[in-house]
């Protein structure tokens, strides 16, 4: 007999996927309830082990890819991922994507005026330690327009993925700065209800920044928990 | 102000739409090809070749099953192919087994080269298309097995969260007593059951919203 713990289900701080002020979830937002589903063993299970082979080893340090030093205010972030009973998240992925400095992205159908970075591409990968802890270098990303309303523009943000430890932790999410004040009027960030839209926003901390070198930030990624009592996957059991 | 550090409001983080530019960023050459090495999955054509930091699919030993190729057309409400979408895939093996350390019997098993995961970014058209094998049965909560599926997780801009499901197989053995499937109101079943195209290829649209919306999973 083989005991599985399964996941917690998503808290009151998730976004629901229509959001009216976020316009383009009009036509990508299901319309009808998600289906609540028993959970197996393919829910509880992910790829924690294997990911090396397929995405690469770590890219800490964004500043480092090409000839030169990118543009623009050299920050360093680090932080813990955890689930939401505090236990961390060892040797899990987290793969990092962004903006340059003016807030330009390298991808072809960014057609925004501010310009490229020869230096920078914005793409990176680090991976947790046995504490969950993890540290990165970057610049801090620019902010920028887009089409979603008049006069429309996203806070300044890093993208994050991470993998946690199994299909049912897997996370997408966004990390934001504490000193910008397109947070308050962005409908992405705002698709959050408060208090909780504020688990996306990093802090300044002098004790990560590096005399001389950057700015530290902190920010803790927090997954999804186990839920308190395991279920048997040989005996019949209704999990709804 | 709280913010993240502030423990009156910790808690789970929440997630955010992955946006139209995570092509440099997340899927590498390869990542939707399970059984060998080529370029399936990533858009190279969307960023400069001087910014591609991502992995190359490298060789793995054999993979063991039946190669299947899976693919389908993403659309929104409106009927419009999605080409921004972002489909990752997670099965178990020709043997029913994760290869993940995390299941219990991965211990005793035989590896082979399957990785079990891969993503892949939908085309200018819309198609996602990943090479695979033909997942075994994996054991069920009931004390039986569960039909041959593979999850599915499907992102996006204008998708604040990844959305769950699974790809059934038509005619697949065990399908009438499924339960994940069975949990499906029997009118949506066929949302979430690929049907053989030519050969090994089989295909499952992917619909976000509407009429004939794809069955997405509170997991
Ligand atoms: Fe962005």
Redesign the interface.
Known sequence: M?R?VG?K?????????Y?EG???????????P??????????????????E????GA?ADLTT??AGMPQGQRIIVS?RVLD?DGRPAPNTVM???Q?NAAGR??????SWDAPHDPNF????RVITDAQGRYRYVTIRPGCYPWGNHYNAWRPGHI?L?LMG????S?????MYF?DDPLIEIDP??N??PM?????????FDIETTEPNYGLGY???????GREATP???????D?H | ??????P???????????????????P?KG?ADLVGVSEMGART????A??Y???VS?A?EAVIGDVIEIFGLVT???G?P?P?CLI?I?Q?DAAGI????????WAKSNHDGF???GRCATSAEGFYRFRTIMPGR??????GL?AA?I?I?V??????????T?MYFDGGEGNDQD??LN???AERRDTIIARRDEGDSWRMDIV???DN???????
């Open positions: 083989t599985l996941f289900h998503e808290d009151a701080g998730a976004p629901p996927s959001s976020y316009q383009s979830t009009r036509l990508r937002a299901p319309s009808k998600l289906i609540r589903t028993p959970t197996t063993l393919t829910e509880v299970t992910g790829p924690t082990d294997g990911w082979g397929l995405m690469g890219m890819q090409h932080g939401e793969e990092i994507w903006a992205y390298i991808h072809i159908d960014d591409t914005g793409a990176g993208h993925s430890p199994s299909f049912a897997r996370l997408v999410t966004q504490p992405i960030a698709a959050v208090p909780y839209r504020q688990r996306m926003v990093s802090r902190l920010f803790d990624v927090v997954l999804r279920f048997e996957d040989d005996h019949d059991k999990h | 102000m709280v913010d993240n550090q502030s009156e409001i910790f808690g789970q983080t929440p997630s955010q739409t992955v946006g139209p530019y995570f092509h440099y960023g997340l590498w990542c054509d969307l960023f400069p001087e910014n930091k991502l992995n490298t793995r929104d409400g409106a419009t999605v921004d990752e997670w178990a994760y290869n993940t350390t995390g299941d219990p019997r990785p079990g995961y994996v054991p069920s909560p009931d004390g569960q599926h999850a997780s992102f996006g801009r204008g998708m604040l969260k990844r959305l769950a699974r339960i994940v949990a499906v109101p976000l919203r509407g919306e794809t069955a997405f999973f509170d997991i």
